[in-house]
């Protein structure tokens, strides 16, 4: 989706672009999405009502994909926090789609981004010890013949 304009045809039958309440109510709620609808609607300067209305085409249209929880992972006993960068042999979607069908069914993966350049992919995992951690390097990255290299970065604190 580009954010430049977002498109409210179903909603009004034109498309307009996101002007200054919108990117605040963004931003706010990228802060603190459990914020109650009253406390951001004064945050914003918008009556609560406008605000709601606000908030709900901007979930409609796609500027909101969907509202998460960032979980500590030490509440789910997953202590062990790891970067990973992916170098593939072949790039084509078709040669990554193992992969990212893979990833899909591990949760430890906490997120994972494509990226350009030398690196293919780059991966957050949250996982319980350096047991699991070689358990699933064993089906990601040694089980995939398009993995040419990946190279793992142990957190030691999270500092944002």
């Not at 998460?68 to 990554?96: N, S, W």
Request: some cysteine; charged content about 25%.
């Amino acid at each position: 989706m580009n954010c430049a304009y977002v498109k409210y045809e179903q909603l009004s039958g034109m498309a307009r672009k996101l002007d200054q309440i919108d990117h605040r109510i963004l931003a706010a709620l990228q802060e603190d999405a459990d914020l109650p609808n009253n406390v951001l609607a004064d945050q914003v300067s918008l009556s609560p009502s406008a605000c709601l209305r606000r908030v709900s085409q901007l979930k409609k249209v796609g500027a909101i994909q969907k509202i998460v929880a960032i979980i500590d992972p030490d509440c789910m006993e997953r202590k062990l926090a790891a970067v990973v960068t992916v170098k593939f042999e072949r790039h084509g979607p078709q040669y990554r789609k193992k992969f990212f069908d893979q990833l899909q069914k591990e949760n430890a993966v906490s997120q994972c981004y494509m990226v350009a350049g030398e690196i293919g992919s780059i991966l957050i995992l949250d996982v319980v010890d350096m047991d699991e951690y070689t358990q699933i390097a064993d089906r990601l990255f040694h089980a995939d013949r398009n993995v040419a290299a990946f190279t793992t970065h142990m957190v030691m604190s999270k500092l944002k």
